[in-house]
């Protein structure tokens, strides 16, 4: 199982240091990966460049951290129908560590996500995209369990439905983030307190506010999201 596999490559990382600082390292270094991989902008590239080699150094090598990441993708791709990095994180006891964090389990997420995907198609076919939010995210099983529901529906859903998370816990927001991001979703995190510094503005076009940072996922850079873009804006003028 990729579950045991991950376990047993992820305790040989933490012999001389707690699990939490392994997690948050390795969390910090995939995400920080996958965003430069498409997100050049200087504030972002830079910082998370400086993020990733720091993170690398506390580690010692890139070797262990790269197996992790490949069982990651695997366990996503061979059963895109679980919360795989939140259930590692609560077996870990992880969730303790900020104030007794426990996940909704991935079958509880399902069943209200399909209370609350109806009528999908038709309000693609109204605008041309929809938007399904999640203000407390964290490492994205309600999304996930979305992303599965659209698989059932009649327009492909990573042409036409944005994802968009935010979490105060920059950590397992950025779970949500890799987790969102291999299974080929459009859309992006932000990390911030989503009561008092939410989101805002046009879904298209998010901003970065005061004590915020938003994370794109790659197929948010896609040609159809990028040309929906530049069709807004002309709409606008």
């Not at 299974?183 to 915020?212: D, M, R």
Request: net charge negative.
């Amino acid at each position: 199982m990729k579950e045991n596999e991950f376990m047993r490559i992820f305790r040989q990382l933490c012999t001389i240091r707690s699990p939490w600082a392994v997690w948050a390292d390795l969390i910090s270094m995939i995400a920080c990966v996958i965003s430069n991989s498409i997100d050049r902008t200087p504030e972002h590239f830079e910082r998370r460049e400086k993020e990733y080699l720091e993170c690398l150094e506390r580690m010692g090598s890139h070797e262990l951290p790269a197996q992790l990441y490949g069982i990651i993708v695997m366990a996503l791709e061979n059963e895109p129908e679980q919360d795989f990095l939140g259930k590692m994180y609560m077996d870990l006891g992880l969730g303790n560590h900020w104030k007794g964090q426990f996940f909704t389990p991935y079958s509880v997420c399902g069943i209200l996500s399909e209370i609350s995907c109806g009528e999908i198609d038709r309000k693609i076919e109204e605008k041309g995209y929809i938007s399904i939010s999640d203000p407390a995210c964290g490492a994205g099983a309600t999304l996930i369990a979305a992303v599965n529901n659209m698989k059932t529906v009649k327009h492909n859903f990573q042409n036409h439905v944005l994802f968009i998370g935010q979490d105060i816990d920059r950590i397992v927001g950025l779970m949500c983030y890799i987790q969102l991001s291999l299974l080929g979703c459009a859309g992006y995190i932000c990390i911030g307190n989503s009561l008092t510094n939410p989101l805002t503005g046009n879904v298209l076009f998010p901003q970065e506010g005061k004590e915020q940072e938003l994370w794109f996922m790659p197929m948010f850079q896609s040609k159809i999201w990028t040309m929906r873009r530049i069709f807004h804006m002309s709409d606008r003028q």
